[in-house]
């Protein structure tokens, strides 16, 4: 069982960067790929980018590519997702994601983990 939290979202206007920490709390954090996802008002929840266990493979959707970074830092329990070059289409709340691996792979569906946390909003104005 792993706890996340979310923090580092907030207003920003549209250029401007935020970075995204996921705080999880467990005893083999070094263990777990993390992910990001998003979710706007009225849409299904989307894949943003995912981090494996070692932080040696990555993955980010094409609408995130090029402008999003995703890390971690195992000694401080904790993943990262720097986005910049915000667009007012990057509103949403966004949840990290974590689940158990082996293998030190990239998952990329919501179906691919169970824990989650309870999202932090981000807001691009134009």
């Known amino acids: 069982q792993v706890q996340l939290v979310e923090s580092g979202g907030g207003l920003v206007q549209a250029g401007g960067s935020l970075r995204l920490s996921c705080a999880a709390s467990g005893r083999t954090f070094k263990s777990y790929a993390m992910g990001w996802f998003r979710q706007a008002p009225g849409k299904e929840r989307e894949f943003v980018a995912a981090i494996s266990w070692s932080g040696g493979r990555t993955s980010y959707a094409d609408s995130v590519k090029g402008r999003s970074t995703i890390s971690r830092d195992n000694a401080k329990n904790t993943v990262y997702l720097q986005m910049n070059s915000l667009k007012p289409e990057d509103t949403a709340v966004y949840y990290c994601?974590?689940?158990?691996?082996?293998?030190?792979?990239?998952?990329?569906?919501?179906?691919?983990?169970?824990?989650w946390g309870q999202g932090t909003q981000v807001t691009v104005s134009s």
């Open positions: 994601a974590a689940d158990r691996t082996f293998h030190d792979v990239v998952l990329t569906t919501t179906l691919e983990y169970d824990y």
